[in-house]
């Protein structure tokens, strides 16, 4: 069973479009982090979050944490090919993290 | 900057064969974990040491998986015997610091597929 739940589990969309991706859990997290995975590639850290409520912005990408702490969202401005990836929560609580199962985006050209 | 050699990249063997699977980190650090991700499961932690000493090894499946790490520049991760539903990658990360927010570096991973 996931403690953590992403969705989309897969998205396909062309070049330029908006996206928001999800992450939820029943479960408060002390910090929670979102990683990038590309094929062959073991997953790269984009961001960690760790106040309700916090935004934070890495050039065309947003990523929120929900004010009670047990959710958060990425959302990607103009989409670009290189995008494409697995986006992998993982969440913080009590000394142990855990991630979920990752959203596949998929960006055309 | 921190980095995680992992070997072999790819393996490929019989069901009821060892395995073994192979960390070197290149840079310091105080956290070694192994992981192991399928479609089906995910990312699911399996081990993890700190200053080589092995502390939750709940996520280990079974018996037949161990790992150990002799030392700050190595560790091995075996199964004994392998199982068709073994087939999954594995990656090695290391993280530096006690916090569990702290960002944690991944190798590129085996892919192991057990006939």
């Known amino acids: 069973t996931q403690l953590l739940e992403q969705s989309p589990q897969f998205l396909s969309i062309q070049e330029g479009e908006n996206l928001t991706v999800y992450c939820n859990s029943s479960?408060?997290?002390?910090?929670l982090q979102w990683y990038r995975q590309e094929p062959g590639e073991g997953p790269v850290l984009l961001v960690t979050?760790?106040?309700?409520?916090e935004v934070k912005k890495l050039k065309r990408l947003t990523f929120q944490f929900g004010d009670a702490r047990k959710d958060s969202s990425l959302h990607i401005t103009a989409a670009q090919p290189g995008d494409t990836g697995l986006y992998l929560c993982a969440g913080v609580a009590n000394n142990d993290m855990r991630f979920g199962a990752g959203t596949r985006l998929t960006v055309k050209p | 900057d921190a980095g995680v050699i992992q070997s072999p990249r790819h393996e490929v063997t019989e069901m009821g064969q060892e395995v073994t699977l192979r960390c070197k980190p290149i840079s310091g650090h105080d956290y070694l974990f192994w992981y192991r991700q399928t479609m089906m499961r995910g990312l699911e932690l399996l081990i993890y040491?700190?200053?080589?000493?092995?502390?939750?090894d709940s996520g280990m499946p079974e018996d037949r998986f161990s790992a150990k790490m002799p030392n700050a520049s190595f560790s091995t991760l075996k199964i004994q015997p392998s199982e068709p539903r073994d087939s999954a990658v594995y990656f090695c990360a290391i993280r530096s610091g006690g916090a569990f927010y702290n960002e944690q570096f991944f190798g590129p991973g085996t892919r192991l597929t057990v006939l």
């Open positions: 479960s408060v997290f002390s910090s």
């Open positions: 979050v760790v106040t309700g409520g």
């Open positions: 040491f700190n200053n080589n000493v092995p502390i939750d």
